[in-house]
């Protein structure tokens, strides 16, 4: 989002209402899976900052090679949560390398690699650093 485009929303409408909501989620994760409301004050932040996750959401950032990345740098978003999908409908080899084990959890849970690459911030937000396949 170019936070230029957003100067006529903000004449218009302020800090009211309507609200301006910056939403991050992919097909397989079963669409929206963070949210962040834009003020006049946060759209002077990166417009590509992703926010919190939703709270039914396991979402964290790792390395390509699956080493967990510290929070100053960046590592490609894996997302897990319990809307997940199952993989691609006749497509396992893409399946096994989009769907990874979750390590952290105890009953076989699964992430899927996003290809995004993100950092974390302070405050549990997340930012968005581009794809690692550009």
């Not at 409408?13 to 097909?27: A, E, R, S, V």
């Not at 950032?61 to 100053?72: D, E, G, H």
């Not at 399946?95 to 690459?117: I, K, Q, W």
Request: charged residues 20%.
């Amino acid at each position: 989002m170019d936070v230029a485009s957003l100067k006529p929303w903000f004449e218009r409408f302020g800090d009211q209402t309507p609200q301006l909501i910056n939403m991050y989620g992919i097909t397989e994760t079963t669409v929206h899976v963070s949210y962040r409301p834009i003020t006049l004050a946060t759209r002077r932040t990166p417009p590509v900052r992703l926010a919190r996750r939703f709270p039914t959401c396991r979402g964290t950032c790792w390395m390509l090679i699956s080493i967990r990345s510290p929070r100053a740098c960046s590592g490609e978003l894996h997302i897990g949560h319990a809307g997940l999908a199952r993989g691609y409908h006749n497509r396992a080899a893409l399946t096994a390398e989009r769907f990874v084990p979750d390590p952290f959890s105890n009953d076989g849970g699964r992430l899927y690699r996003t290809g995004d690459l993100a950092r974390y911030r302070a405050g549990g937000m997340i930012d968005y650093a581009g794809r690692i396949d550009h």
